[in-house]
């Protein structure tokens, strides 16, 4: 007998891991990774340029395809699969979010920084308009106690948000502040709580572990760990832990372990681990799609990319803040130029 799914997964490698590959992907390796996924049973795939819709720019960085071609592409090879679109209000706009509905696109998930979701009511009432499924992404999740979440959490459920998202952007949150937000957030909506982890701190499976024991039913992983920083909780070990935990994902664990060799492996320059530049990102609470472009500033100025997310972490540098990476990055070379002259 198949059991409904206890826990319902998103698959973010088609977003998610874009950051991780400079959001080259090709419509060629959309359709294969979405196809894949699509017959291991995966419930929704998300599918965007890594910071969301219109996200390439110089700002964030340039896609190499066009991101609705991908998602048509995706759309197309799936025949139980839900294509999910993320959107950052500001950076994608209400005209990109028809167009993925158009395009037959099924869940919208707007994200918004944890202190500002009052910036997501007219995005999340348009995609309900659309008749999407609607989630709200509550980023950097560790910048604000339990309590500020419950609050801004509330505000997109009110404005019509099926589910709301912790995120921990950076990979900063700690297994029992993963326990505390969830645990307050599960106390005080009416609507789906999830979970979206980053592994800087290899923390990703037990913190997301910790959410599902709190009630998270809505999570997030990426195949390889393919994501912002040192990736997301690895979909097909979750899925597998999840089995011997008798929790059903619906997901088929034998076909999510080829997919994950086979179509995703290969698509990598090189295996997406935990290095020293991604594990100050949770070190210090920097969010993780800074990644690369701190480690181009580094290189332009001949610094120690950790000497950088170090500093943007004093900071508090959030998502949208980008630039202040080179202007982070030519402050210190300034200090230390200064300090070597006199
Ligand atoms: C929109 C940028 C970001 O990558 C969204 C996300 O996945 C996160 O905050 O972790
Ligand atoms: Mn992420």
Do not use: W
């Not at 973010?12 to 959001?23: E, P, Q």
């Not at 991908?70 to 706009?93: F, H």
């Amino acid at each position: 007998m198949t059991r409904e799914r206890d826990i319902v997964i998103t698959e973010v490698a088609l977003r998610d891991g874009s950051h991780a590959i400079a959001h080259q992907y090709t419509v060629d390796q959309v359709i294969s990774v979405a196809r894949a996924l699509d017959e291991a049973n995966v419930p929704y795939i998300e599918v965007s340029h890594g910071d969301g819709l219109a996200g390439s720019s110089l700002q964030y960085g340039l896609s190499r395809t066009n991101e609705m071609e991908l998602i048509e592409a995706a759309v197309s090879v799936c025949k139980q699969a839900r294509i999910a679109v993320l959107l950052l209000p500001g950076v994608g706009t209400m005209q990109e979010l028809k167009q993925a509905a158009g395009l037959g696109v099924k869940m919208a998930r707007i994200a918004t920084h944890v202190t500002e979701a009052d910036i997501s009511a007219q995005h999340i009432a348009l995609a309900k308009e659309l008749g999407l499924e609607t989630v709200g992404f509550l980023m950097m999740a560790h910048m604000a106690p339990p309590e500020k979440l419950v609050e801004q959490a509330k505000l997109m459920e009110s404005y019509g948000a099926d589910t709301v998202y912790v995120v921990d952007s950076a990979g900063a949150l700690l297994p029992h502040e993963v326990r505390e937000r969830v645990r307050a957030l599960r106390q005080n909506l009416r609507v789906n709580v999830g979970f979206h982890a980053h592994n800087n701190l290899s923390l990703a499976m037990a913190n997301t572990l910790v959410a599902i024991e709190e009630g998270a039913t809505r999570i997030d992983g990426s195949v390889r760990c393919l994501g912002a920083g040192a990736g997301n909780a690895q979909t097909e070990v979750l899925v597998a832990v999840l089995d011997r935990m008798n929790i059903q994902t619906g997901v088929n664990v034998y076909k999510m372990m080829d997919l994950a060799e086979e179509i995703v492996a290969p698509i990598l320059q090189k295996p997406q681990e935990i290095t020293r530049d991604s594990l100050v990102l949770g070190y210090a609470g920097v969010y993780s799609s800074f990644l690369l472009h701190a480690q181009r500033a580094a290189k332009q100025f001949g610094l120690d990319a950790r000497d950088i997310l170090i500093e943007l972490g004093k900071r508090k540098v959030v998502g949208g803040q980008e630039d202040m990476i080179v202007d982070v990055a030519a402050a210190i070379s300034h200090d230390k130029t200064s300090v070597s002259v006199r």
